[in-house]
């Protein structure tokens, strides 16, 4: 079995690189969501455990008027919740709900053949992840909102997405 180490932010972990199944997401799910931080925010599912594809993570957007300790604590939370169920947890807050990005600029969300561009503001507790200790991505335009919370610009579709299939729209978990 691969084992992958995991830094980001002040957050450290090795995982067993394997699938997510829905069990060990809805294992998470039950966990995160008994945070009552999480009813202040929405929580929206995407990318490619949603498009049933073979994937390593999930990815989960927060929205919502961030507090940013709030914020920065779930982000947290998520990520450690789910290594206790064995899962990649790729989580940020947007500005921007995505389903609106998906309405309104399918393109930007990976549908379709226009050329739509879209820019979401972000917060993350990091601007760096690392893997076995290899940096993988970096954010070279940051700001620092409180300490361990970074705010940043990103512009969709990225490079990836435009490689893929999209077919399903983002869905909100706890709406």
């Known amino acids: 079995m691969v084992k992958n180490k995991f830094r980001f ?10 699938i997510p199944t829905d069990e060990m ?14 009813n202040n925010y929405k929580v929206w599912l995407t ?7 073979e994937t390593n993570d999930i990815d989960l ?4 008027k961030p507090n940013y300790k709030e914020v920065k604590n779930l982000l947290y939370q998520a990520r450690i919740i789910g290594v206790k169920y064995g899962l990649l947890i790729d989580i940020s807050h947007w500005n921007t ?32 992840l690392f893997i076995n200790d290899n940096l993988i991505k970096e954010v070279k335009k940051y700001k620092k909102v409180i300490e361990g919370l970074y705010r940043y610009k990103f ?11 999209y077919k399903s729209k983002p869905i909100l978990l706890n709406g």
Do not use: C, H
């Open 155 to 165: 512009t969709y579709p990225t490079k990836k997405q435009l490689t893929r299939d």
């Open 9 to 18: 932010g002040n957050l450290e972990f090795t995982l067993t690189k394997k």
């Open 97 to 128: 709900e995505p389903i609106y990005i998906y309405e309104n600029f399918p393109s930007a969300w990976g549908i379709g053949e226009g050329s739509e561009k879209f820019v979401v503001e972000k917060l993350n507790i990091d601007f760096k």
């Open 47 to 53: 990318g490619g455990f949603l498009e049933d594809w």
């Open 61 to 64: 957007i927060l929205t919502g």
């Open 25 to 38: 997401f809805q294992q998470w799910k039950q966990e995160f969501f008994s945070m009552p931080e999480v």
